[in-house]
């Protein structure tokens, strides 16, 4: 089935630095990522949506200067949380959507910002 | 808008007993369905979905029907496992919106006891 690689698991960063999560297809072409943040015991939340080669459409309240999400293959989509704060700390998960595939789901990447 | 209302948790129960997450929506339109499950520090996985009203989505011994008239998709399972100690999260796509998006429930958390 299709299959959505997502790294890293877990990163910890010190506040101010920037951090890039990315997420691969690797078993089909990805038109559409999704973007998710969790927070603890919370529901997803979306943050954005990309379409390959197309800026990304972030959800209200979310900051797209923030939040960079680069789409520029069918394949590889990637989250960069710049100058993040503790704040900023929480579970970031992609989704992504092929022509044939339905909605697959990376494993998640765990924030801690200190 | 559309959303996604699950009943609160945790539940928590011993193994081989029945269970019901209810799950309500409200949408406009002819959303799809969906349970995802979440196991500690994974990402998401599709459990189960239904496409339209009165269609029933059916797996590893869990099921939920698309009911319209009562605007529900409650997760069953007759007999869980310790196994299936799990976040649980229902969502749906579509209604009035097109981007492809999911909009998710709150999740709830079910702990199975041995």
């Known amino acids: 089935g299709a299959v959505v690689s997502q790294h890293p698991s877990r990163v910890i960063c010190k506040s101010g630095t920037s951090v890039k999560i990315e997420c691969r297809s690797l078993d089909f072409q990805a038109t559409t990522m999704f973007w998710y943040r969790q927070f603890p015991k919370q529901s997803l939340m979306l943050m954005a949506t990309?379409?390959?080669?197309?800026?990304?459409?972030?959800e209200q309240g979310v900051e797209k200067d923030k939040f960079l999400i680069n789409h520029a293959s069918l394949t590889l989509s990637t989250l960069t949380v710049t100058s993040a704060h503790p704040e900023d700390s929480s579970f970031y998960i992609c989704?992504?959507?092929?022509?044939?595939?339905?909605?697959?789901f990376g494993s998640g990447t765990r924030l801690t910002v200190v | 808008g559309d959303s996604v209302t699950q009943m609160e948790g945790p539940v928590t129960l011993s193994e081989e007993a029945f269970l019901t997450i209810n799950c309500t929506y409200t949408?406009?339109?002819?959303?799809?369905l969906f349970w995802y499950v979440q196991y500690p520090g994974e990402g998401l996985q599709l459990l189960l979905k239904a496409t339209k009203a009165d269609d029933k989505g059916s797996n590893k011994g869990f099921e939920a029907t698309y009911r319209k008239e009562t605007t529900s998709f409650h997760l069953e399972k007759g007999s869980v496992q310790v196994s299936d100690s799990a976040v649980y999260f229902c969502a749906l796509r579509g209604g009035s919106s097109n981007t492809g998006k999911l909009i998710f429930g709150q999740g709830t958390t079910l702990q199975v006891k041995p």
């Open positions: 989704s992504a959507k092929g022509e044939e595939a339905g909605y697959t």
């Open positions: 949408a406009t339109g002819y959303p799809s």
């Open positions: 990309s379409n390959e080669g197309s800026k990304a459409t972030y």
